[in-house]
């Protein structure tokens, strides 16, 4: 006699592949090498820099959202004094996201274009 649970008609296995087919199509990252420019490139329209707190090792987006964050989590500490590392590292910082990221770019368009080249 046959069980009365309903057949699978597909796997977990093949339902999670088509969903990450569909990320993937959208624009989504990936965890490999392949999506790594993609991972490190500022996203569209911000600049995608982070401000690692020097106490507990967090990262905030903005130097408001790293006093709003001292206030709540080290309230002992004072945060006049700490806001003047901050504004220097996120200068910095700002700096070398930019170079690095034009580095990036840099090294990427001459592979295109030898490509190119050889194809003609």
Known sequence: MGGKAKPTKHTAKEIAGKIHAAKMRQGGCGGGASGKQQRIAPKEGKKD?????????????????????????????????????????EENQ???????????AYEEEPNEQNEGEKQE
């Open 49 to 89: 820099i982070y401000i690692q707190c020097e106490k507990c090792l967090t990262m905030q987006p903005s130097l408001k959202s790293m006093q709003i964050h001292y206030e709540a989590k080290h309230p002992k500490e004072n945060w006049a004094e700490a806001q003047k590392i901050y504004e220097k590292d």
């Open 94 to 104: 700002q700096v070398e996201d930019y170079e690095k990221y034009e580095e990036q």
